[in-house]
Every structure is written in structure tokens, then in C-alpha cells.
């Protein structure tokens, strides 16, 4: 008689898939400890798989240094791989800084194979900030032919060193590449 029959436990039934988890903001990393420690206590290791909070690599350039470190891709969010039963979803839902499980009403949802492909691709990404500068954000040309003139940020270069903005010209929206040393970030 397998060990799990004895315990009165009986097999997982289904497999483990992911589900996003709402927190509070700035709560995903104590989500996460206290929900591993709530499931090694409960030993629902077997239910609850894995936690996760996904981290995307960085590289800051500012005033020419380059500062590497993680950072959280989704803000409030948890990803749980598990098998949704009663149990289950009584401890994610009552963990604390849980605010509810992304679906229609209360129902959790779980993300498609393609979704979270998705989500692992863009965490191997590695994403360059420049100066505090992000794509969307609008700049100042300090420097230059194009110099006193604003812009967007469309695009930044993989190494961090050139971006490309929009800037109004010739009465439409004009793409132009530029070094970060030429720009500055518009209050």
C-alpha cells in the first residue's frame, strides 16, 4: 500500500498549472516565504509546486557607469504553479498580502503553456535603463544638431548606448537615433 493511502492522503489529482496572484504591492517576496512555509508546514508539497516572483535582469547606465541588478517584471503579482483544488486555493487565497487570483470573479484562472512561454522569454530579456530613461518617456535634446527640440522615447539600443525618439518635424513624427549623452529625461 503506497505511503500516501496509509496517511489517509489520497494522489494529486491533475497536473500542476501556473496562476497569477494579486498582492499587495511591495508584499511579493513575503507572499511568497510565508505561502513555501504555509505548504512545507501543511505538506502540500505535492499540491502547490512551485512559487515564484519573476525578476528581469537590468543594466542601468548613469553618467556613463553601468549598475547590473533584478527587478520585479510584474509589480503585485505571484505566479503559483499548482493543482487548483479546495485546499489549495483556501492557502493561497488566506495567505497574507493576498488580495485574489487574476480570473473573472473569484474563479482562478490558469495562464495557457503559450502565456507563460511568453513570460519566461521576457525574463531572460535583459532590459538597459539609461539614466532613469524608459521607452514612453519624454526627453529634452541637450545636444547636437537637434538641440533645444523634445522628443519620445521609442526604442532603446540593447547595449544602452543609442536610443531612437520621435520628435515632431517636417509637420509629422519624425524617428531619430541619438546617443544617451544627448538627451535628458523631461521633468
Known amino acids: 500500500m503506497p505511503d500516501d493511502e496509509m496517511q489517509g492522503r489520497p494522489e494529486p489529482q491533475g497536473k500542476p498549472e501556473w496562476y497569477v496572484v494579486h498582492t499587495y504591492s511591495g508584499y511579493e517576496n513575503k507572499v511568497k516565504m510565508d505561502l513555501e512555509k504555509t505548504v512545507a508546514n501543511r505538506h502540500l508539497e505535492d499540491k502547490i509546486v512551485e512559487v515564484v516572483v519573476p525578476l528581469q535582469k537590468v543594466t542601468e547606465l548613469k553618467n556613463g557607469a553601468k549598475k547590473e541588478g533584478l527587478r520585479k517584471m510584474f509589480p503585485g503579482y505571484v505566479l503559483v504553479r499548482m493543482i487548483k483544488n479546495e485546499d489549495t486555493w483556501y492557502v493561497v487565497r488566506n495567505t497574507r498580502g493576498v488580495t485574489g487570483f487574476v480570473g473573472p470573479g473569484s474563479e482562478p484562472v490558469p495562464l495557457s503553456d503559450a502565456e507563460y512561454a511568453s513570460l519566461c522569454q521576457k525574463e531572460d ?5 539609461v539614466s532613469g530613461i524608459e521607452v ?4 529634452e535634446i541637450i545636444a547636437g ?3 533645444g527640440n523634445t522628443g519620445v522615447v521609442k526604442s532603446i539600443s540593447k547595449d544602452g548606448r543609442t536610443l531612437t525618439i520621435t520628435m515632431g518635424m517636417f509637420s509629422r513624427e519624425t524617428p531619430v537615433e541619438l546617443s544617451v549623452d544627448d538627451v535628458r529625461a523631461v521633468q
Not at 530579456?125 to 535603463?129: A, G, N, Q, T
Not at 514612453?136 to 526627453?139: H, I, L, M, P, S
Open 125 to 129: 530579456d535583459e532590459e538597459v535603463l
Open 136 to 139: 514612453g518617456d519624454a526627453v
Open 145 to 147: 544638431i537637434y538641440q
